[in-house]
């Protein structure tokens, strides 16, 4: 038998296996549901024969207790034998209909009543209540009963009315026959259609498949697959053309591998030719290694996987002061222990660790038993695999004692550093508090001499007495600014936030420098935005912020220069760590000076630093170019940074010539916000 012959009969054995077993299911589910139909419609049929039994025999009952109650009694009516051929002729389905006495004595009843009796002698009606009642000759009979009661209350007789049980067998037989009709009509179109469905459906694409698996089979991977309309077959259908596809690649990989085998044989095979070469020169290697570890400068030790010392060289004897002969085959642990490395213990068990493939990198402090110098090796561990499996540790010890006490001088140095910054601020705030008294008290009398007692001076020495006031007031600035710095160094000054007018707190500051303006012939621009009218703010700190950048300003712009303040609102934070969506005010003060370099930008907002060289310093408010404390910018930071804002400054650079000018600005949250240095709000 040859494949094709094999693939048709399992085709149509499969064929023959779908149609039957599909036919028989459909067979059984129709004849069970069929029987559970016919029994169901005899339960009915028969149920509604009885229902109307009792009606019929209800009704009789009812007009025979009427006339009970009259007195009359049972035996002496008249007229229901009559009642009861009426009863029975009027429903074919009803058999009979009779009256009998308490005593199950016959009185009164239709034709086929009296026969029953004569037919079944010795058989009294009233012994069997049963709802079947079988008489010999004539059949069974589905029987009902009725009791008759008397005036009195007493049973007076009963009613029996019953109907053939060959009524619903022969309406059950019709029942069947259509049936069987129907489940032979509905088996043929079933039949017929199932056939076709399996053909069409489940063979046709089968024998499809089955074809393309016979091509793939065959060595043809270049498949196409027809179009199926089964789903799960159409399936299929891809994932044989995926394997077509795959089984292809695979051949042509196949096919490259044995070109690529070929290829590495050859080359395999000069390797070999090449690897007895290779072996003598590697012999020389080895000793060209050991002579090259042997000559290192930094101090090797080499140990096993039992922590003992297989090696070390020069360097290593030199620097441990131990001869090679008595550290091989040492324990590392006594070896730690005999130079009196600190900590020797912890340091073996971590190089037991480096034998499972940690790496290790420690430092090695020991006294050297020769000169009891204190040493200090960096210590670098890797595990290494032999030739023969084996794992050995090698470590590499560089000598870093001089670095480590230029490491330790440094933090001294940085310790002592520390120590005169902080004496250096003591002493700001001590310097601070001591000429604020004093200054106040130089204050007080210039202002009364040139004031009240200006009559009592001499013209000669009211101008020396205004020289004094006015630099004892230089003097008190700086002393307040050498006090703001010492409070904001020490975190200790307290915010007192109101609700601001922005418009009005510039056009103050405008105010205050408008002489210092006019004395430059320089030009002041106010640029206000009519959204930032308001802001909750310090108002004193941000006037003070304010009134440094400016004066700032005025000092590196020449004469006949312009100066910007401007404002708008802004969305978000100009660094983006604030709120995205938060509200700030905007302020920029821009001049048209000589501008900042990009190395000052970065620390203009230090203390004490200034723009410049150092020897060029002199002070004055508005002079050009000049220079005061060094702590206006840095006051200026420290009030923004405290009200949760922002200050920085954008210049092209640092050019007398060609004057780039600055920009200088401060990004303020216009609404309330709990800040940390801060009093209650004032209302």
Known sequence: MNAATLSRDMTRTLEKRIVIFTLLSLTIVVIVNTAFNIESYRRDYRDSLLLRSHSQAKGLRNSIEKVLDLGIPLNEMSGIDERCSVIVNSDPEIGFCLIEDPSGVITFGSELAHKLVQDSVGLSLSDNNNVILDFPGIGEFYTIQQPLTAADGSIAGRIRIGFPASVVADKTDSMIRRSVVVLISAFFFASLLIILFVKRNVIKPVNQLKNVASDIAGGDFNVVVPQLVTRELAELGHSLEEMAASLRERDTEIRQSYLELENSNNQLRELYEKQETTGRELGRSREMYRSLLDNASD???VSDEESRIVMINKAAESFFSISRDRAEAMALSDFFALVDVLDGDNLSRQFRNVLHGEALETEIRFVRPSDSLKLVGWAKCSSIVEKRGKRVV???????????????????????????????????????????????VILGYTELLLGDMAP????????????????????????????????????????????????????????????????????????????????????????????????????????????????????????????????????????????????????????????????GHFTAESAFRGKGTGLGLTIAKGFVDLHEGEIWVESAGHDPETCPGSTFYILLPQYERTLQNSDQKVN
């Open 456 to 615: 009592l001076v001499g013209e000669q020495a009211l101008p020396m007495i205004g020289h004094i006031n006015r630099s004892a007031e230089r003097l008190s600035k700086i002393v307040r600014d050498m006090v703001d710095v010492t409070l904001l160094d020490k975190q200790n000054i307290r915010l007192r936030c109101q609700e601001v007018d922005l418009k009005k707190m510039i056009y103050s500051v405008a105010d205050e420098v408008e002489y210092f303006i006019n004395k430059r012939k320089q030009k002041l621009v106010l640029d206000l935005s009519d959204e930032a009218k308001c802001l909750w703010c310090d108002e004193e700190r941000i006037n003070q912020t304010l009134s440094n950048l400016v004066t700032n300003a005025i000092k590196f712009t020449p004469d006949e220069g312009t100066v910007t303040i401007s404002t708008r609102m802004v969305e978000g934070s100009h660094s983006g760590t604030g709120d995205d969506n938060a509200p700030y005010v905007e302020i920029a003060i821009k001049d048209t000076g000589i501008g900042i370099a990009d190395k000052d930008q970065l620390h203009i907002f230090d203390k004490f630093y200034e723009v410049g060289e150092i020897e």
């Open 299 to 301: 101090a090797i030790i």
């Open 394 to 440: 090698q470590t590499i010890v560089r000598d870093v004692t001089h670095e480590w006490e230029v490491k330790e001088n440094l933090k001294k140095s940085a310790g002592e550093l520390e120590r005169l910054n902080t004496m250096k601020d003591s002493f700001l705030g001590v310097a601070s508090h001591e000429l604020k008294t004093p200054l106040t």
